[in-house]
């Protein structure tokens, strides 16, 4: 059976800093497979400008960390990590984090698409990211290194 979508949540957006990433920290050991060092996390305080915390009644119930680099002699936003509680998945939560994080494209119009990749096994995440424009366009073998199945898709959305 599949899940309903709820009423959409009045979500506010904060700046990712070093006073809260281990908001961060937490938030992706909770829902996401890969454990990041603290090298990443550390790194992720570079790219600030283009990274939001999502709150729903001042508690931290998702977020998105982008980066802007160079692809292909393109300038693209990558999606490193992207993350809502889930309990508060299907209130709108993923929708609004990626909705902020188009807003970086629209501001910079040197940034011609965003991307990301995105485990092989976890359809519920390539289905969320295809309604939303994203199209599939290569499959990585072996790309993890510590999660099973090891494999992901390079999703890309112009």
Same mark, same amino acid.
């Given at each position: 059976?599949?899940? &309903?979508?709820?009423?959409?949540?009045?979500?506010?957006?904060?700046?990712?800093?070093?006073?809260?990433?281990?908001? %961060?920290?937490?938030?992706?050991?909770?829902?996401? /497979?890969?454990?990041?060092?603290?090298?990443?996390?550390?790194?992720? %305080?570079?790219? &600030?400008? $283009?990274?939001?915390?999502?709150?729903?009644?001042?508690?931290?119930?998702?977020? !998105? $960390? =982008?980066?802007?680099?160079?692809?292909?002699?393109? &300038? =693209? *936003?990558?999606?490193? =990590?992207? $993350?809502?509680?889930? /309990?508060?998945?299907?209130?709108?939560?993923?929708? =609004? *984090?990626?909705?902020?994080?188009?807003?970086? !494209?629209?501001?910079?119009?040197?940034? &011609?698409?965003?991307?990301?990749?995105?485990?092989?096994?976890?359809?519920?995440?390539?289905?969320?990211?295809?309604?939303?424009?994203?199209?599939?366009?290569?499959?990585?073998?072996?790309?993890?290194?510590?999660?099973? /199945?090891?494999?992901?898709?390079?999703?890309?959305?112009?």
């Amino acid at each position: 059976m599949a899940e &309903t979508r709820r009423e959409k949540l009045n979500i506010s957006f904060g700046a990712l800093n070093d006073k809260n990433v281990e908001q %961060l920290r937490i938030l992706n050991q909770v829902c996401l /497979p890969v454990q990041y060092s603290e090298k990443f996390y550390r790194m992720v %305080l570079q790219y &600030t400008a $283009t990274s939001r915390f999502a709150f729903f009644n001042d508690i931290v119930v998702g977020a !998105i $960390t =982008t980066r802007v680099e160079q692809r292909n002699n393109e &300038t =693209t *936003l990558y999606i490193l =990590t992207f $993350t809502v509680l889930k /309990p508060y998945r299907k209130f709108g939560v993923g929708g =609004t *984090l990626l909705d902020e994080a188009m807003k970086i !494209i629209e501001k910079d119009k040197s940034i &011609t698409s965003i991307y990301l990749h995105v485990q092989t096994s976890n359809d519920v995440a390539v289905a969320f990211y295809q309604k939303r424009g994203f199209e599939i366009v290569q499959e990585l073998k072996g790309y993890y290194k510590d999660i099973s /199945p090891p494999d992901c898709y390079l999703l890309r959305r112009k």
